[in-house]
């Protein structure tokens, strides 16, 4: 049982580049989530989504787009990258009950120049 | 504004001592408290969680304290293992469905335990 997958795991761009960072989950999850970790500031929510087709806006969602189409993928896209995206981004889902656990992605490391 | 606030960015123990991590918060909403441990180049796991309703939760060497009155939760860990070295994230989460899922996160505590 995989759990929840990210990749790349390691990623370098230059600014006004865009890429997507690719998530999948094999747990049947409705729920899920982008956060990104930055040191002194712990773990922010980006993007997260609620089922297929139904996605909504976190703590710091600009530069960011996300979509929906299955309950396994949930992608995170920079449409063109800035140094302020340089980040670890962690993916992560739930059957999004009240206090439910979230389950992560061992992460994207993205360095933007 | 945060919402969660871990003040303390890093905790050194002795190997066999108490370890106690902590957080506080400033939404009174907040229904539940979960407590994460992320090791290096690794993504956070799940480590023990409380309900707003209670103030103690236990699971194993790991315990959960809540002090609703002062906004206030701490993670203790008895006895202290090097494995445990870690980054520990303190989370909580608002009741309703628009928050399903959503979990807001303190700064971290890097704990170190010495052999």
């Known amino acids: 049982n995989a759990g929840v997958t990210q990749t790349p795991k390691f990623q370098v761009l230059k600014t006004g580049q865009s890429m997507t960072l690719q998530c999948a989950q094999d747990m049947n999850h409705e729920y899920m989530s982008w956060y990104r970790q930055d040191p002194g500031m712990g773990l922010r929510l980006i993007h997260y989504s609620v089922g297929a087709g139904i996605t909504d806006q976190g703590e710091v969602p600009n530069g960011y787009n996300v979509s929906r189409s299955t309950t396994e993928d949930f992608p995170l896209r920079l449409l063109s990258a800035a140094p302020s995206q340089t980040s670890v981004y962690f993916c992560?889902?739930?059957?999004?009950?009240?206090?439910?656990?979230?389950?992560f992605g061992s992460g994207t490391q993205l360095s933007v120049l | 504004d945060q919402q969660v606030k871990q003040n303390s960015p890093s905790l050194s123990v002795q190997e066999g001592r108490i370890s106690i991590l902590n957080c506080d918060y400033t939404n009174s909403m907040f229904d539940y408290f979960l407590w994460y441990k992320k090791y290096p180049a690794e993504g956070p796991t799940f480590l023990i969680s409380?309900?707003?309703?209670?103030d103690k939760n236990e699971d194993g060497r790991f315990t959960v304290f809540l002090n609703k009155s002062a906004k206030h939760l701490s993670l203790h860990i008895v006895p202290s293992q090097p494995g445990d070295s870690a980054v520990y994230f303190c989370?909580?989460?608002?009741?309703?469905?628009?928050?399903?899922?959503?979990?807001?996160f303190g700064q971290g505590t890097t704990l170190q335990v010495k052999p």
């Open positions: 992560a889902s739930s059957y999004g009950g009240a206090g439910e656990k979230l389950f």
């Open positions: 409380i309900s707003s309703i209670k």
């Open positions: 989370a909580a989460s608002a009741p309703g469905s628009s928050n399903t899922g959503k979990l807001i």
